[in-house]
């Protein structure tokens, strides 16, 4: 309770370290090197924090509060980037406050040979129900690792090819279980076929290793391949399409057998005018899962939005996504889990001044399942003033 009024303090102490001279620059320069400070102070309202059936609901208003960093020193052919944010969330009715920490470094270079390399990394502390990303309802508090290296060679205005690697590492607290490292190595081969369409084609090779020893037979390697189309097929139009196939082996086969299946996505962006856009995006993919005896479970939806630009700073829209997951063994009670995923609803957005942003909206979630007790819905309201120099 005592930490509380410090959370408010916080903007109080930005507007001072960050006059307003400073802020009409953009940004602020030591020599090459840019330095954005920003603030962002959001405000949410739900009747149920924890997503859980509407006999268990419970209210919560959450403030959170962003200050951040990020120091970035570009040069005609390289960028190195650094940032820094501190989360400071404060559950009213719970009487809780949170402190979590994010931090995120790249590095990209550009030869003038053709070669292109490529490396970062991407550390988060989190707090958010996990039925937004796992199979049970309640507070997860989880920190998040993701680091990624490329290394290509653009052999002429047609052709490039890249090398990739990426490493997931998850803890949560309390929910041991779930906590895992994903690695993985892949390829890329991108050719233009048009002046503004390309063909590319991914494959990738990875391992996920389970921390509890009690899950270790759920361990997996997989195999991806992906052939992709994307690009500007007019003025206002552009898209990316992938379509691929998966292969997973796991450590214990008698009690998960290889899995195979179709691996999709797709984002379509259409602008008809300046005052409206329009995106769409749909997608098939491999989750994991250690809902009772499951692996894994399939996600196939997608959602749209449309955002129209009612006067030059103030723009109005609307969101809609729908998911079904469907999982591949049936549990206890003899019953193939599937679950239905939906939300809707507006949203609201103004820019103030070039720096300064406000966003709020509505939104209803629903995930309706067959299975027993995991059906919930939530009604949130959003609020947040963003500032970035």
């Known amino acids: 309770m005592k930490r509380k009024p410090l959370i408010y303090l916080v903007p109080l102490v930005f507007v001072i370290a960050f006059p307003w001279t400073a802020r009409a620059q953009g940004n602020i ?3 090459k090197l840019e330095i954005h400070p920003g603030l962002n102070v959001s405000y949410t309202n739900t009747d149920n924090i924890l997503q859980l059936p509407a006999d268990q609901k419970a209210k919560e208003n959450t403030i959170e509060v962003v200050p951040g960093l990020e120091l970035r020193f570009p040069t005609s052919n390289h960028l190195f980037r650094l940032g820094y944010d501190l989360s400071i969330y404060s559950f009213q009715e719970m009487k809780k406050t949170k402190l979590k920490n994010s931090v995120m470094g790249s590095l990209e270079f550009n030869f003038p040979v053709g070669l292109i390399l490529r490396l970062s990394d ?17 507070i997860a508090e989880h920190w998040e690792n993701n680091g990624f290296a ?18 997931q590492m998850l803890r949560f607290q309390n929910l041991d279980p779930y906590n895992r490292d994903v690695n993985s190595g892949g ?3 991108f050719m233009r076929i048009m002046t503004r369409l390309s063909l590319f084609g991914e ?16 361990d997996a390697t997989y195999i991806q391949g992906f052939l992709g189309l994307g690009g500007r097929v007019s003025p206002k139009t552009n898209f990316t ?3 691929g196939y998966e292969n997973r082996t796991y450590k214990n086969s008698t009690l998960y057998p290889d899995t195979k299946g179709l691996i999709a996505s797709l984002v379509l962006e259409e602008k008809p005018s300046s005052h409206i856009s329009i995106s769409v995006n749909g997608s098939r993919a491999v989750n994991e899962s250690i809902y009772e005896n499951n692996s894994f479970y399939i996600s196939t939806g997608g959602g749209a939005n449309l955002t129209m630009i009612m006067i030059r700073m103030l723009a109005i829209g ?16 003899g019953i193939k889990r599937q679950d239905k995923v939906l939300a809707v609803g507006p949203s609201l957005k103004v820019d103030i001044t070039r720096w300064l942003r406000f966003q709020g909206g509505y939104s209803l979630r629903n995930r309706s399942s067959n299975a027993d007790g ?12 963003n500032a970035i120099l």
């Open 187 to 189: 390829a890329a081969l």
């Open 203 to 218: 494959a990738w090779y990875g391992k996920v290793g389970y921390k509890v020893s009690a899950s270790t037979g759920q």
């Open 29 to 31: 320069h030591l020599g």
């Open 122 to 138: 991407n550390y988060a502390q989190r707090v958010y129900p996990t039925a937004t990303m796992l199979e049970q309802a309640g």
């Open 374 to 385: 995991l059906d919930y819905k939530e009604n949130r309201i959003e609020a947040s003033l």
């Open 318 to 333: 609307a969101d809609f996504s729908y998911f079904l997951l469907q999982y591949d063994k049936a549990n206890l009670a």
């Open 241 to 243: 399409l992938k379509a």
């Open 150 to 167: 490329e290394i290509g060679y653009t052999l002429n205005q047609r052709w490039s090819l890249s090398g990739r690697y990426k490493n």
